[in-house]
């Protein structure tokens, strides 16, 4: 191997490894990495992905459950809709999950945020 192939291989390599970082920025939807340690709060991080999402626009009464701000806790506090034993079995986080079937999906963001916060024991907080 003479000066020039080994400078070719040093371009080759650094494009390779270039084009490697690049393509990380391309990947899909980053789901933030969510701290247990940091408690969620139902009112200010929870409530407003119903809102966000627009669940009221069904879920105000009737079906089941009551989405709306004043409700939607006591609506979703039972073993119908949170599983504290097995958070990821919560059907207020499998029936909306972005791989379900519901009319309306979370974000894989928001289904995170759902899960830590079932987790964290899914408190009205
Ligand atoms: C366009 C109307 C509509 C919107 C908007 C809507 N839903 Fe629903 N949802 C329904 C209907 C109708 C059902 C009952 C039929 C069924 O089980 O699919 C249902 C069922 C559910 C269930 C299961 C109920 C049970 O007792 O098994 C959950 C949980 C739920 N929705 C959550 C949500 C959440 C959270 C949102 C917002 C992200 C949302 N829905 C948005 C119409 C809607």
Known sequence: MNVKHIILLLVVMVSVLA???????????????????VPISFTQEILPIFSEKNCTACHDGSPAPDLSEANAYASINSASYINRTTPEESVIYTEPHPDGE????????QAALILAWIEQGAENN
């Open 102 to 109: 519901h009319t309306v999906k979370y974000s894989a963001a």
């Open 19 to 37: 084009g490697g970082c690049k393509y990380d920025w391309i990947l899909p939807e980053e789901v933030p990495v969510i701290d247990p340690e």
